[in-house]
């Protein structure tokens, strides 16, 4: 089949997925409402970073058009009390303006006009000097980013002051390309971000969590500052993958060109993603991270030495048809990362539940009933000495990850 016509079946595989999946929702909802009185919810405080051009237009702020530089905007979302909404859903307004006792609504939107202004939002907001960073996935407009992110801080309870990075994606499924190079283009501005969360005393700890095809601005990203500076960031301690949209070959390049002193990962995948089985069909047929099986081998061998922790989340139900968002839309899974994961805890079969089914491979076991036996590996990956070659479809990950020599035509 030729390339064209490949990219082109793909795209509308997962056109037909999503209308499948999704009734829409009312777009421009980032014009702030005035509440005039108790909700009865809670409200999110999150600092927004985006490569996005402006709209010019209170309802929607930001496009889908690369920016050559970034922006900062202080917002409040207001979230629906528990009693009416269920954990892991993001309650879209039905109609504008949206009412906050029922509805994801805005209620306060400030734009910041300098890093110092970006670093006093930081101290007014500051939880313990911890940092959750988010970077959504394909096809998100700056507000779907900004309420689902609102909703996974919510739900996951996580002790952190929330920034979410928000990249130039189209918000169509038929832009998969001018997405994934608008990742390439933001990668500059994300490192960026990072390092001045990573240089601000008010600052403790960072954790990194990405989605989608946001994992490959966040590897690019973090590779890249090792490549500059030697290192990631020692602040940087924390790496989430959720539903990672990257050949595992080239995760296994970034991941070592990280350099000794990486953060901590934990990935989670599931086998039925078919989101990601769309992605590795426009991909050249090459296994994408987030659709492994960890339980197999060369992949659980690999990932127990190189200490990755990987969630498998197949028999976990999802809300969506393409079954691609379920670290936000389970409630044990949400909770699990804001509990226990974004805080840097040792996951242990006697400390973390997450229902009957979940496979956990961490660094020397694996469970499939339910709980998660782990242990952290202290040292790093011992370098394997083997001659380069083309990985059959089975061992892509088995072949290249940890692999020392440095690709010439990897580089940029």
Not at 6 to 20: D, Q
Not at 96 to 125: I, Q
Not at 288 to 294: H, S, Y
Not at 328 to 333: D, G, L, M, T
């Amino acid at each position: 089949m030729p390339r064209s016509t490949r990219a082109f079946s793909a795209a509308v595989l997962v056109a037909g997925l999503t209308l499948a999946g999704c009734a829409g929702h009312p777009k421009g909802v980032m014009a702030p409402v005035l509440t005039t009185g108790a909700t009865g919810g809670s409200s999110v405080d999150m600092l927004v970073v985006t490569s996005r051009v402006p709209s010019d237009d209170p309802a929607t702020l930001f496009t889908g058009e690369r920016s050559p530089k970034p922006y900062l905007t202080d917002i409040t979302v207001s979230i629906p009390s528990d009693k009416i909404r269920k954990p892991g859903t993001v309650q879209w307004p039905k109609k504008l303006p949206p009412n906050p006792k029922t509805d994801f609504a805005v209620t306060h939107v400030k734009e910041l006009n300098s890093v110092a202004e970006g670093r006093a939002w930081f101290r007014e907001h500051v939880v313990g000097g911890h940092a959750l960073v988010f970077v959504h996935g394909f096809n998100n407009r700056y507000e779907d980013s900004v309420f689902r992110f609102a909703q996974i801080v919510h739900d996951s309870g996580a002790q952190v002051t929330p920034i979410l990075f928000t990249w130039p994606s189209r918000a169509s499924v038929f832009d998969y390309n001018y997405d994934k190079e608008s990742t390439n283009y933001s990668r500059v501005a994300f490192e960026q971000t990072l390092r001045t969360l990573a240089n601000d005393p008010q600052v403790k700890d960072i954790t990194v969590m990405a989605h989608s095809m946001g994992t490959w601005l966040a590897m690019e990203s973090l590779r890249q500052m090792a490549i500059r500076d030697g290192k990631v960031a020692p602040k940087i301690d924390n790496v989430i993958l959720a539903s990672p949209d990257i050949d595992v070959d080239v995760f296994a390049r970034q991941w070592t060109e990280m350099g000794e002193h990486r953060p901590k990962f934990t990935i989670f995948v599931s086998q039925d993603d078919r989101a990601l089985a769309a992605s590795r069909f426009i991909s050249g047929d090459v296994q994408r991270l987030g659709a492994i099986n960890p339980a197999e081998e060369p992949y659980r061998s690999k990932l127990e030495q190189a200490g990755i922790t990987v969630i498998d989340l197949t028999k976990v139900k999802a809300g969506d048809s393409l079954n691609h968002g379920k670290f936000a839309e389970s409630p044990q899974v949400v909770q699990l990362i804001g509990q226990r994961l974004v805080t840097g805890q040792t996951l242990t079969d006697s400390n973390v539940s997450l229902g009957q089914g979940i496979t956990a491979v961490v660094a020397g076991s694996v469970s499939t009933v339910g709980n998660i036996a782990a242990k952290t590996v202290a040292a790093p990956l011992t370098v394997m000495e083997e001659p380069m070659r083309r990985p059959k479809k089975s061992d892509e990950l088995g072949s290249t990850l940890g692999s020392p020599t440095p690709s010439k035509e990897l580089s940029y």
